[in-house]
């Protein structure tokens, strides 16, 4: 059974930063694509970054140079680093793992990912 939790979310003012991470226990086997996700209020779910089938990472344009995607391997743990946060990163943030399919310099589509933790809030205020 793959589960995900994810921890380290919370409210913070613009300028800010975070550390999300996300611990992944039940996989076995070969490699599997692992992203971070948010989703705002009102709006769609949204792929944020990701490490894609050779291990390469993959950004959203709109945190590119903001956010930075890491993996702690040993310890089975998925992290996000979020520095200059903005009132627009406001949303809940989850991480979620594909265990097949190929995705080279491209990151799955949320409705592609088959495992999903519960999600994280992040609040940004102005």
């Known amino acids: 059974q793959v589960q995900l939790v994810e921890s380290g979310g919370g409210s913070v003012q613009a300028g800010g930063s975070l550390r999300l991470s996300c611990a992944v226990s039940g996989y076995t086997g070969s490699r599997y694509v692992m992203g971070w996700l948010r989703q705002a209020p009102g709006k769609e779910r949204e792929g944020v970054a990701c490490?894609?089938?050779?291990?390469?990472?993959k950004y959203a344009d709109s945190v590119k140079g903001r956010f930075t995607i890491s993996q702690d391997n040993a310890k089975n743990t998925l992290f996000l680093q979020i520095n200059s946060l903005k009132p627009e990163d406001t949303a809940m943030y989850y991480c979620?793992?594909?265990?097949?399919?190929?995705?080279?310099?491209?990151?799955?589509?949320?409705?592609?990912?088959?495992?999903w933790g519960q999600g994280t809030q992040v609040t940004v205020s102005s």
């Open positions: 979620a793992s594909k265990g097949r399919g190929t995705y080279i310099g491209t990151c799955p589509r949320p409705s592609d990912y088959d495992y």
């Open positions: 490490f894609d089938s050779i291990g390469r990472t």
